[in-house]
């Protein structure tokens, strides 16, 4: 048996080991945030945000069209991955206690780890490929399928969580059961589930990979569904592997707007369910 | 989350069940409430489509180049010249395992030693201060971490880590040859700092279902908090983590955008950690969009086919594993 101080020692040594890992955690982060705020603020100005990207040497120019095209992909996306996505959460909470009910609920979490790339090849078989041509469409195609497992699962919990009684009450009032779901249980779990479609739309918003060969890339306006359409992400991803140091500035400036997209998507949704749960 | 246990696992899926109440009676003769019920299930069923045809569609776009290259040679060969049609993914392969491994040695320790040091050390405060930036981390959109990686972290490399690095360590093969920065070692840099978030809060998850009286009884019988943390919290949550390391490998390996602006994109198997190498989705992203031909674009979709069909095997046996630890082990080991 070891000495009791040697056990204290080794008990303070792995206690300040933990502690130099929540450093070692942090470094990176701060890093990172402080150098996409104080780089990229000096490009920040009315024409970063409105106008459409200049060409190399050009002064000027902004991510107007990709902030647009981000908004448009992504709006795509909701429209077809909230109906599901919900719609499977509501199924799996309501009527999933069933072997079938099982079977969705593990897809889904396998899902979830599907590397998004991988998305993007089956977007591209099922859009571009017909269409023969890249488009917005294609690109929202890819993030509803990302979207869809993760808005299943939190809808489900947040379903789950609506008490019993409720429903009860409604039933015995002789309410259908199509209208106690609609108008009683996710009626109730309204705020909550906007909080989950907020999340997922933030992390939509902050997808490169899919986008690179379906929706590609625009330097022009578009408001076309089945025309390629820019984004800020793969703008993001253009300009800083570019050999340009003015497109490397125009970089940071562009993870900056979207770094603020995608942090005020999250921020907006955490309130709403801190709201909600008060 | 499901019910604390105090007991090992068996009776669990006993208890799962009284939640469920009358309403779940069928509505017969009841064309609304039919229909209703109609629908939600066609939307649950229609998860099961989406994974489905996310398989047939990699086959059908990529399974012609598995046929054409062969399934052995497609894995093992090492020249990739779509010009020639000859197709031999083994340093994309080589890249994605490298990195994958340099993202878990240096992610592993720190996120298991933040697990503990939130849920066993740290005051309750802290604990619910340091969640937020944790979130954001797993928050910002890995083409700003290949931003950052790209001016940030792989001159830091370059300057100073590699050739420290170098220095004291060369004699083994990883660390020798010229500090370019760009290559396997800050890609897996990059990616242990995007799975470090991944791995804490799931093991945080998995640790936060330990009993408190396991604790206790080792603090009582006289056991300093790391000997108690050792002996009956680690062994307890061991499959768990386990479980939590596999998803966060299962993220490393598909990583795109990060890892492609710093691995260098040579398709080259080296031996050492400083030169640039590829990796599977690196590969795809930089040429899925101007493939020069058929065959191009279904080689590229077959690289697809091998990381989703890697990515769903381990996310299958991680989430088997978590959720097994949840329940408890079978036997806690003394």
């Known amino acids: 048996m070891k000495s009791v101080a040697g056990r204290r020692a080794v008990n303070h040594v792995m206690t300040a080991l933990c502690a130099l890992a929540l450093l070692l955690a942090l470094v990176p982060l701060v890093s990172l945030l402080w150098l996409v705020i104080s780089r990229g603020i000096a490009g920040l100005s009315l024409d970063f945000f409105t106008a459409i990207p200049a060409p190399v040497g050009e002064e000027g120019g902004g991510v107007g069209n990709a902030i647009l095209g981000t908004l448009y992909i992504v709006g795509i996306a909701c429209l077809i991955g909230v109906p599901l996505g919900v719609g499977a959460g509501v199924y799996l909470a309501e009527r999933g206690d069933s072997r079938l009910g099982d079977a969705i609920r593990f897809t889904a979490e396998v899902l979830s780890g599907v590397p998004s790339i991988v998305v993007g090849i089956v977007a591209y078989g099922l859009v571009v490929l017909p269409m023969r041509r890249f488009s917005a469409l294609a690109g929202g195609v890819a993030l509803s399928v990302l979207m869809v497992p993760t808005l299943a699962r939190s809808t489900e919990e947040l379903v789950r969580l609506v008490p019993h009684s409720l429903r009860e009450a409604s039933l015995a009032l002789g309410v259908k059961q199509w209208r106690t779901s609609l108008k009683v249980v996710l009626r109730t779990a309204l705020g909550g589930i906007m909080t989950a479609i907020l999340l997922a739309v933030a992390r939509a918003s902050g997808e490169t990979a899919p986008l690179l060969f379906t929706s590609l890339n625009n330097q022009f306006w578009n408001w076309r569904a089945d025309q390629p359409t820019a984004s800020l992400t793969v703008q993001i991803f253009n300009y800083a592997v570019a050999p340009y140091n003015d497109w490397h500035e125009k970089a940071w400036s562009a993870a900056l707007v979207l770094l603020i997209l995608v942090g005020s998507l999250s921020l907006a949704g955490r309130l709403l369910s801190r709201n909600r749960l008060r | ?334």
């Open chain 2, 1 to 334: 989350m499901e019910s604390p246990s105090s007991l090992p696992a068996g009776d669990l899926a006993v208890a799962r069940e009284p939640e469920r109440a009358p309403e779940s009676a069928p509505a017969h003769g009841n064309v609304p409430d039919r229909a209703w019920a109609v629908l939600l299930t066609v939307l649950g069923v229609g998860v099961l489509c989406v994974a489905a045809l996310i398989v047939s569609e990699l086959w059908r776009i990529g399974g012609p180049a598995i046929a054409h290259a062969g399934l052995k040679d497609f894995v093992t060969r090492s020249t990739w010249d779509p010009t020639r049609d000859l197709f031999g993914a083994a340093p994309y392969i080589y890249g994605t395992l490298v990195t994958s491994a340099v993202a878990l040695v240096i992610a592993l320790p720190v996120s298991l030693g933040l697990a503990l040091f939130l849920t066993e050390m740290a005051p309750a405060a802290v604990r619910s201060i340091v969640s937020f930036p944790i979130a954001l981390l797993a928050g910002i959109p890995s083409v700003v971490y290949g931003l950052w990686g790209l001016f940030v972290l792989v001159p830091v490399l370059r300057k100073d880590v590699e050739p420290l690095l170098g220095k004291t360590l060369g004699f083994l093969p990883l660390f020798q040859g010229a500090p370019i920065g760009l290559g396997y070692l800050a890609a897996g840099v990059i990616l242990a700092i995007m799975i470090l978030p991944t791995i804490t809060s799931i093991s945080i998850e998995v640790l936060q279902t330990v009993p408190g009286p396991l604790r206790e009884a080792a603090l009582a019988l006289g056991a300093t908090r790391w000997e108690a943390i050792r002996l009956s919290v680690l062994p307890y949550a061991r499959a768990g983590i386990v479980g939590a390391t596999m998803l966060g490998l299962g993220r490393a390996l598909g990583e795109t955008m990060a890892v492609t602006m710093v691995i260098g994109n040579s398709p080259t198997i080296r031996a050492s950690l400083f030169a640039p190498g590829y990796s599977l989705p690196a590969v795809i992203a930089n040429e899925f969009a101007e493939a020069s031909g058929e065959l191009h674009t279904g080689a590229l979709a077959a690289l697809g086919l091998l990381l989703f069909a890697v990515t769903v095997l381990l996310n299958i046996v991680a989430r088997l594993l978590v959720r097994m630890s949840r329940r408890g082990p079978a036997r806690v080991r003394a």
